[in-house]
């Protein structure tokens, strides 16, 4: 499967049920798999894939809750979709907080539900771009070498080049072109733009 | 004969003489006492020819001529020859066995009278008299050997009739009877010592000491066992009018020969009205020449219910046993109806029934509102389905080239999750209606897999896992579809719940059924459950027992009674490992080609 296109994945008990998602989502023009229950989806490769889960809450043995959690332990962000014959309202709570996207009770509007998708996908592209960015910048960060990881965290406090020569206790030059190195290898083009790289890397600021 | 200058009194006479009065006395009033019974009268037969042996041999030693001690001896014989036969009628009619030895019974009374015919007739019976010291004593011929012969045959004949009697006769009083009378007679037939003084050896004959000891040992028995047993022959005009029955005996031509009070009572007629009229008059309508005629072929008439409006108006349930008396080949000579008023009996069976069923559907009622919210799943499932494919279908055609196949399968899938719905709400307004019970030949398997569909999501809720081991082949059982579905769910419901509080082992119910030799179909509910011990086993079925906290207690009495009805049983076990098995067991009896 290309990985650019999204997949949705149903997991439902019901044969039923199952099969009308699976014809509605199709007719929308997205890629849909089926499952009947949540071992035989953990079981089938796709927790990286791009794509969401439209869950059942109740599956007999692993529940849809279960599953949940258990995806967050696999450190899979596919975005889930509950949906529930029972609309409970602890139940939902709890979904919710664990980061469901929708809780929809059963029977739900089709077109609540392909909100509901598109929402998910939507979060899925963009987390998914947003970890590609961010693996991205660890790559750059991670070609910086110490010395110049030192400079860079006294840099993005602001400090002028002098005073980090001065606190650094090495020439004003040196300074310039450790700089210089970081930009470059950082692919920076202001500070600015090295001050916000920092933060999304979690760089702490030195203070000496 | 008459003259006194004849005799002289002597004291061996008084011996004989005293016996003899005592024995008649003895027969007399055994006949007083027990009056109108065949063994009362062959009893008293048997004394009377005693007498006529005792009181004849006691006038004979005191007699002085020769002829007329033959004269007396011959009277004597007409008791003698008599006494095996009387004594083996006596006998046959005491153990009730006369129907059986009828020709034996005449057999003996007639050789008993060949033989005294012989004695009047020949002189090679008795060829004449002895001269004792006690007087004059019949002398024995060549005829008499034959008659020994009968004499002990008939004796042992007796005894034995008595033994087999003595040996099948239950404790108590019938076996008192017996045995008393064995011992009498045992004693009274030393008096067989006096046949040696016929044959010349000079004996002395105290034959009547024997028969003293017999008449004592007799009347001590019939005073206090009775010779009779109390038949309801002896009571039945007492029977008949104490009966709360109506009773109508009718002769072959279908006129009314008797009736009981009762009978006037129930039927509003008047004595005058039926006895002696034809029943066409007045009962034509119960006891029509059909139903005579049935009866003369079956013989008997049991559990026939019919409606019956008296003169009154007032509509009776009448239940009417009838039996027929033959005559020797057979043609029926009478008829007897015994007819019970059972109107009350029906109703309070009828109002019984219907409070039944009731409670069944109000527990019915409520199991299926404890399971609501499962309930509403089950039609949740497939009305989602039909949405989202009818959804889906508008979009396959709303294409720009649209898909017919998708949408065609679309519509194909709403078609059966709609008939599917519609299925599980019939199954729960069938559940929940009020209806009479109904039979008809069930696959039980399809049974169980109904209740379990219904209860799946119950099952889903409660993290229960349920496993089925149902065998094939099964043969049907007769049953009403809804009233065993609610066992079964009963069943289910209550395994579910005795698993809830379960939580750190496996929630697993089991549900089997299986033929069994003796019991025909056998369906196991086995959970994993908090188990029972051997007193709520005990109790489980009672009505308003629980161990629930908001239970009535009426599941499980009801189901068993539904069971019950079904001629099976309902029983619960506790498991090996943990948990609780409820089983219960249907009749399976092939159903007729039709």
Aim: with cysteine; glycine share 8%; proline share 4%.
């Amino acid at each position: 499967m290309s990985e650019a296109e999204p997949t949705i994945f149903v997991i439902d008990d019901d044969p039923s049920v199952r099969q009308s998602l699976e014809s509605l989502i199709k007719s929308v023009g997205w890629r849909v798999r089926i499952y009947g229950s949540a071992p035989e989806f953990l079981g089938s490769g796709h927790l990286d894939a791009p794509g969401c889960i439209v869950l059942d809450v109740r599956l007999p043995g692993l529940s849809g809750l279960d599953l949940q959690q258990a995806l967050l332990r696999a450190k899979s962000h596919l975005p889930v979709i509950f949906i529930t014959g029972h609309g409970d309202i602890p139940m939902s709570v709890q979904a919710m907080k664990a980061g469901a996207v929708e809780f929809l009770p059963k029977p739900f509007r089709e077109q609540d539900l392909l909100d509901a998708l598109k929402l998910a996908l939507d979060r899925d592209r963009t987390t998914r771009q947003q970890r590609a960015e961010l693996a991205a910048l660890r790559t750059r960060y991670d070609s910086v070498t110490p010395r110049e990881q030192q400079v860079m965290g006294l840099l993005v406090t602001g400090l002028l080049n002098k005073e980090i020569a001065a606190t650094l206790g090495v020439s004003e030059v040196t300074i310039k072109v450790h700089r210089s190195q970081i930009m470059q290898k950082m692919q920076a083009d202001s500070l600015a733009n090295l001050v916000r790289m920092a933060e999304r890397l979690g760089i702490p600021a030195s203070k000496s | 004969m008459f003259n006194p200058t004849n005799y002289a009194i002597t004291p061996h006479s008084v011996g004989p003489w005293v016996g003899g009065v005592l024995i008649a006395m003895l027969g007399i009033a055994v006949l007083v006492r027990e009056r109108g019974s065949r063994v009362s009268l062959t009893l008293c037969l048997l004394t009377i020819s005693c007498a006529i042996w005792l009181l004849s041999a006691g006038t004979l030693y005191s007699t002085l001529h020769e002829p007329l001690a033959l004269w007396w001896a011959k009277a004597e014989h007409f008791g003698v020859v008599f006494i095996p036969s009387l004594l083996l009628i006596f006998t046959l009619a005491f153990v009730q066995r006369v129907h059986e030895f009828r020709a034996v019974a005449w057999g003996s009374l007639v050789v008993s009278g060949l033989l005294y015919v012989s004695v009047l007739a020949t002189d090679r019976f008795i060829t004449g008299v002895y001269h004792y010291a006690w007087g004059y004593y019949p002398r024995y011929g060549p005829l008499s050997l034959p008659f020994l012969v009968f004499f002990f045959s008939l004796l042992l004949g007796s005894i034995r009739f008595l033994w087999i009697e003595h040996t099948r006769a239950v404790h108590g009083i019938p076996r008192h009877r017996v045995k008393a009378l064995l011992i009498a007679l045992g004693i009274g037939y030393w008096g067989a010592v006096d046949f040696l003084g016929a044959y010349g050896i000079p004996f002395y004959p105290f034959g009547y000491v024997a028969v003293l000891g017999f008449v004592v040992l007799m009347f001590v028995a019939v005073w206090r066992y009775r010779l009779l047993e109390i038949t309801p022959a002896l009571a039945a005009e007492q029977i008949i009018d104490t009966m709360a029955d109506a009773l109508l005996v009718l002769d072959h031509e279908g006129t009314v020969r008797a009736a009981n009070q009762a009978a006037f009572q129930l039927f509003g007629y008047p004595k005058a009205e039926i006895v002696g009229k034809p029943i066409a008059a007045t009962l034509g309508n119960l006891f029509g020449k059909e139903t005579l005629k049935a009866l003369a072929d079956t013989g008997v008439m049991r559990e026939y219910e019919t409606d019956y409006c008296t003169q009154q108006g007032k509509i009776l349930t009448l239940d009417i046993m009838g039996s027929v008396t033959r005559d020797l080949v057979g043609y029926p000579l009478a008829f007897v109806f015994i007819t019970r008023d059972v109107t009350e009996r029906k109703e309070a069976e009828e109002a019984l029934r219907k409070a039944k069923t009731e409670l069944a559907h109000v527990t019915r009622v409520m199991t299926m509102g404890e399971m609501v919210a499962s309930i509403a799943h089950e039609i949740t499932q497939p009305l989602t389905a039909v949405l989202t494919n009818g959804q889906a279908c508008l979009r396959w055609l709303a294409r720009e080239s649209p898909n017919l196949d998708e949408a065609r399968e679309a519509v194909r899938h709403i078609i059966q999750d709609g008939s599917r719905a519609g299925e599980v709400i019939q199954r729960i307004r069938a559940l929940v209606k009020k209806t009479e019970s109904e039979s008809a030949w069930l696959d039980i398997n399809g049974v169980i897999h109904e209740v379990i569909d219904l209860t799946h999501s119950e099952i889903l809720r409660n993290h229960v896992v349920l496993r089925t081991d149902l065998a094939d082949g099964l043969p049907a059982v007769l049953g009403d579809r809804i009233q065993l579905q609610q066992v079964l769910l009963n069943l289910v419901i209550n395994a579910i719940e005795a698993m809830s509080t379960v939580e750190y082992r496996r929630r697993e119910l089991l549900v089997t059924s299986h033929r069994d030799e003796s019991d025909g179909v056998v369906v196991s509910v086995c959970d994993s459950g908090v188990g029972l011990n051997s007193q709520e086993i005990d109790r489980l079925f009672d009505a308003y027992y629980t161990t629930k906290p908001h239970g009535l207690g009426m599941g499980l009495s009801i189901s068993r009674s539904i069971i019950q009805a079904h001629s099976g049983r309902l029983w619960a076990t506790a498991n090996d490992g943990r948990g609780a098995t409820l089983h219960f067991a249907l009749p399976t009896v092939q159903p007729r080609v039709p």
